[in-house]
């Protein structure tokens, strides 16, 4: 049991260094340049990451709910070693009394800077300590064998830098109403240069790839998610396993219903999915039907937001 005062939260802050190796790298990405990628050294690469601890960064803007779900889904889980990485940030504040800072496995990290998701995601990163990285927004709920499953994947398969899995929707009483049509493979990177088919709340990923990508663009309001799953594709292969492992919720707050068709991030995406499909040697034209297709799907999605008031 922790004492009094190890209870305190843990302050954020972000490793300066990563936004100068994440715009090099972004540089590299944006012309296709896998040899840029591959050959990069970095001497931020963390070399103290713990073998075989899996590190759940929960980024938390604000309080719902849902939190408690979030956070107790986790932590019956049926892998053995891991820690959970809560980021309070947007003035969100940790709860009077929360039951859950007083377990030894939940890290708590707070700050009144508004940090967005992707901002806060990297600080969990920064302040992690194990061999990979599990994502979970907080409003989502994982399964109790999706850490075992998806560490064993990774461990099986290490040219692997990231698994994902199937994910099923859920209501706001965390009742099942649906499911995404996501692919499933070994490799589905092809199918990400026309569209993301890892939820972010369903990703594993190796830590050391994430880093080498350089984490979340800070920059990005929106898609951070996409954007810095497509520049892990460009280090390695990216699976989705059969089996259906996390609960995204829908509910009206959600920040992805927010998403603007001629968004920067939009353009960002564009120009990463098009780094994606150069490097695995697709076709001019293949690249030109997906980001024709995706965009085309952004519209469609605003308008029907937009129309349904």
């Known amino acids: ?10 302050q954020v802050q972000l490793n ?12 590299a990405a944006s012309v296709g340049s896998w040899d840029i990628l591959a050959n990069m050294t970095d001497d931020l690469e963390r070399t103290d990451l713990i073998p075989g601890l899996l590190s759940v960064v929960v980024p938390i803007g604000r309080v719902d709910q849902w939190l408690d779900e979030a956070i107790a889904s986790v932590l019956d889980s049926d892998a053995a070693n891991f820690e959970i990485i809560t980021v309070f940030n947007n003035g969100a504040e940790v709860p009077t009394g929360w ?10 990290l707070s ?22 990285l599990v994502c979970l927004d907080a409003d989502d709920v994982m399964r109790p064998d ?13 040219e692997t830098v990231l698994v994902s899995s199937q994910v099923d929707w859920i209501d706001e009483r965390s009742r099942r109403i649906g499911k995404f049509a996501l692919p499933q493979g070994v490799d589905v990177r092809p199918q990400l240069v026309k ?3 890892a939820p972010h709340s369903s990703w594993m990923a190796r830590m050391s790839a994430v880093r080498s990508a350089g984490g979340y663009d800070l920059t990005m309001n929106q898609m951070e998610d996409y954007d810095l799953l497509l520049r892990l594709g460009l280090l390695g292969p990216i699976a989705v396993l059969p089996k259906t492992l996390t609960d995204y919720r829908l509910h ?26 150069v490097t695995l040697g697709l076709s001019r034209a293949r690249i030109f039907r997906a980001r024709v297709w995706w965009e085309a799907q952004q519209w469609m999605m605003y308008v029907g937001r937009r129309v349904r008031g």
């Open 252 to 277: 009206a707050a959600q920040l992805s219903r927010a998403v603007l068709p001629n968004g920067r991030y939009v353009r960002i995406i564009a120009r990463q999915r098009r780094a994606l499909g």
């Open 195 to 197: 569209l993301n088919v």
């Open 99 to 108: 039951v859950y800072a007083k377990d030894e496995r939940v890290r708590v």
């Open 146 to 158: 999706r850490l075992r499953l998806q560490q064993a994947w990774l461990q099986g398969n290490p």
């Open 1 to 10: 049991m922790r004492t009094a005062s190890s209870l305190a939260p843990e």
């Open 16 to 27: 300066p260094g990563y936004r100068t190796a994440r715009a090099i790298r972004q540089a």
């Open 111 to 132: 700050t009144t800077a508004s940090l967005g998701p992707g901002g806060a995601g990297q600080a969990g990163i920064d302040a992690a300590r194990g061999e990979y």
